[in-house]
């Protein structure tokens, strides 16, 4: 069978309103020509950003069923992508099918930020966070989530590029070929992230201009773009740099609306301007 395209399994949560998670995640990728095959990890009617009263449905008994029965079908997967995960027993789930099934891993490692867990992680959730990260061909944590990862006090807001370049190094035990460090700041008006490259022993930097707001769902589309253009085969400096520039504008064009942002970011004017971007990118590869 000739596949025209790269296929993904996607676990993350699902939500009703607000656009983010696999909710957003399965729009971008197909748009950059990747089949999603989602695997939900977690049902809620809305994101947990503003709103209330939200139904929450746990979803590790439905993962074990997915999983279960596609041990048993012959389809293929070019890789794995992973988010929000509920629980250690949910995580270990989906470790040992990638195990088994030899998926090459893209992790983003849920669980916490501004120094904080987020409600319902505790430390036995690190530790499984930290084996699951072991191996992957990508991890992309936050800052809070890297000082977790590496068992390392968090830096807080006072860093420089050498605390930056001496988290990215406690991180190299974990043995990823690339680790792509969010949220990171050094100015004021500016922030992007931070690529260390196992193969170039080198650290690059990309940033954008920095919003005043609280966007929710902003790091489900630069983890998805990241993605689409590393299960490419792509540089991920240029993807990136394409990921912040299309952040900007979709960002740009979401407070244009003057609608409250938990709604959801109003990135569908520029999925065609997203695959046309990529599309240049690999035919440069080519």
């Known amino acids: 069978m ?4 790269k296929s993904l399994i996607v676990a993350n949560d699902i939500v009703g309103l607000g656009k983010v998670a696999l909710s957003a995640a399965l729009p971008i990728l197909s748009a950059c020509q990747i089949e999603v095959i989602p695997l939900p990890t977690v049902l809620l009617s809305s994101h947990t950003g503003g ?7 746990d979803l590790t ?5 997915f999983l279960s029965q596609w041990r048993q079908l012959p389809f293929q997967a070019d890789g794995l992508m992973t988010g929000y995960v509920k629980s250690p027993e949910q995580l270990q789930q989906i470790a040992d099918f990638a195990s088994q099934k030899g998926l090459v891993r893209f992790v983003d490692p849920i669980m916490a930020d501004n120094g904080r867990l987020y409600a319902g992680y505790d430390q036995s959730f690190v530790a499984a966070m930290r084996a699951f990260c072991q191996e992957a061909d990508i991890i992309t944590p936050n800052l809070t989530e890297a000082c977790l990862l590496a068992d390392v006090p968090y830096l807080g ?61 902003t790091g489900d589309v630069l ?18 740099t394409l990921a912040l520039d299309i952040i900007d504008k979709i960002l740009s064009l979401t407070l244009e609306l003057e609608r409250d942002i938990k709604w959801g970011l109003c990135y569908e004017p520029y ?5 046309s971007r990529l599309m240049v990118l690999k035919e440069e590869k080519e």
Do not use: C, M
Request: charged share 15%.
């Open 223 to 240: 983890s998805a773009i990241l993605a689409a253009g590393y299960f490419h085969g792509l540089s991920l400096d240029a993807v990136a």
């Open 61 to 65: 008994d439905a993962t074990a069923g």
């Open 157 to 217: 807001d006072a860093y420089d590029q050498e605390a930056i370049e001496h988290l990215l190094t406690q991180l190299t035990p974990l043995n990823n070929k690339h680790i792509i460090l969010t949220g990171v700041s050094f100015e004021d008006g500016s922030i992007g992230l931070a690529h260390w490259d196992r193969e170039k022993a080198s650290v690059s930097y990309h940033f954008a201009k920095a919003y005043p707001q609280n966007f929710f769902g």
């Open 51 to 57: 709103f209330e009263n939200i139904s929450i449905t």
């Open 271 to 275: 999925l065609g301007y997203l695959a």
């Open 2 to 5: 000739t596949h025209i395209t």
